[in-house]
Each structure stands twice: as structure tokens, then as C-alpha cells.
């Protein structure tokens, strides 16, 4: 059985980390296995906590009277040079609850008002890329109103707000780069007929 052996901490960041893993495989042998991590110290990492607390969230909202539009924003993302389309989305401070978080982030995000909805299950923390890091995010769900804005963004983001219909989320597809989270969302929000959330009814 794989397992982990020693775990060494390489980097002392504000927001993230690097920690190499020793890797243990099944047949005994051993190899380094780096991991990002929004984690401090070890003891907080994922893998030693066995626990999974959310380090993020991500706020799908829906914007309209008529419930047909996806509430986006349109990000300048260093990591790749370019913009990416997503939701809207940050991290949850220390002593926050999830859907606390998602009203402040999605606000600062676009300046909408967020009303969230009870998202059950749909709303525990699920690993965002973990080849490469132990975050978790859990989803929040809910209606927007208000007008968009970015005057709430931070000096270092470059936010776009965009309120998709159908017809846009196709296009946005086809075309723009796109986070995987914000793309499995657009084809699940392109394919439902009537209210977006309405898959939440019984998750209580």
C-alpha cells in the first residue's frame, strides 16, 4: 500500500506553499512527491490532518428574474498570461463559515448581492487539482441581484463581471479559456430547462 514517509517544508509564504513528500510506493520504493498547500506547518497539511476543511469557496449564482443567467467573471490569471473565464471565487478567512464567505467573495467579485440557498451535500469541500495540491473548495449556489461592478475588487485582480445567458455560456465554451470548474458548470447550466438549482431540491 502507498504511504507517506517524511515531509519536509520548502517555502514560508503568506497564501501558499511547497512541501516535499516522500513518497512511499506499493513495491517499497521511494521517490519526492511536491505538493502545494494553503496549509502553514505540517501538521495542518491535508494528508498528515486526514481532515478536509474547506480552504476556498466558489459561488455559483444566478442572476435574473427569470433565472437565465449565470453570474461569471472574466479574470486575469498570472499562472497562464491570460484571461480566464470562471466563478466567482476566493478563499475563506480563519473563523469564517462557508456561506459567509461566498456572500463577501462573491460582492467584492462583481458588487452583486448574493442570497444563498441550502446546497446539502453539493456543498462539502471537493479537491480542486490533487496531482498537485491538497486545496479543497466547497460550492456555495444562490440568486444575485443588484448591478455588477468591479469597484470592490483588490490592486491585484483585474475582474471582468459578466451575466451569461445560455446562448453566451455556448460561445464561451467553444471559444475562451476557461477554468474546468466554470466549464462543468456552463454545460450543466446549458442543458437544464427552468430554475438552474433546481437540482439542490432534496440535498437538505
Known sequence: ??????IRKQTDNLFLNLYELEAIHRDGGRSPYYVASRAKKIPDLKAV???NHPDGVIVCGIYGEKKDKLVLIRQYRYPVGRYVYELPAGLVDPGEDLLSSGIREMYEETGLTFTPVEGGSFSRPFYTTVGLTDE????????????PTSSHEEASEEIQVVLADRAECRRILKEEDVSLVCAYTLMRFISCDGDPLSFLEGEN
Open 136 to 147: 479543497s473548495c466547497g460550492t456555495v449556489y444562490g440568486y444575485c441581484s443588484g448591478t
Open 49 to 51: 490532518s486526514g481532515e
Open 1 to 6: 500500500m502507498s504511504s507517506i514517509g517524511n
